[in-house]
């Protein structure tokens, strides 16, 4: 059986691991409600970002009667929104590695474990966007249409 088939640790395939591994992130969160607030500043984060890029482009273009501003704001908010996201996905990830090393861990913890990996968030939200766009761009075969 190959690595892929297997997992990365052994007999426990990534589907299996997939599943333990959100039940222990869910026990995590139950155990530690506030962690929830991760979520919610990233939905906060995510709101301001797209009030901020795209409603002031929305009335621009329909004044203009152009939808190329909103292609434009698209690719500005991006990287932003990319990067919140990540941001505090790895916030998360890293209370629940302190969890699960028996430490206790907290909100400021998390945060404070993903700013000190800014640049490896900002290099994998850059190289992210650049793919969307790059897919979104590219031209589609004959016969098929966008989801």
Known sequence: MSTYESGIGG???????????ARLSWNVVEADRSLLLLP???????????????????FISEE?????????????????????NTFFGVAFIGVLRKHLAGEQATLSDGLA???????????WSGWRSACSHASAAAPLPPGSRRR
């Open 113 to 123: 474990f993903a700013r000190t990996r800014l640049g490896p968030i900002f290099r």
């Open 40 to 58: 919610a500043a990233q939905l906060l984060a995510a709101v301001a970002t797209f009030a901020v890029v795209f409603v002031p482009l929305f």
């Open 64 to 84: 203009q009667n152009s939808s190329d501003l909103l292609l434009v704001g698209t690719g500005l908010a991006s990287l932003p929104m990319n990067f919140i």
């Open 11 to 21: 007999g426990e395939g990534r589907l299996r691991r997939g599943f333990r591994l």
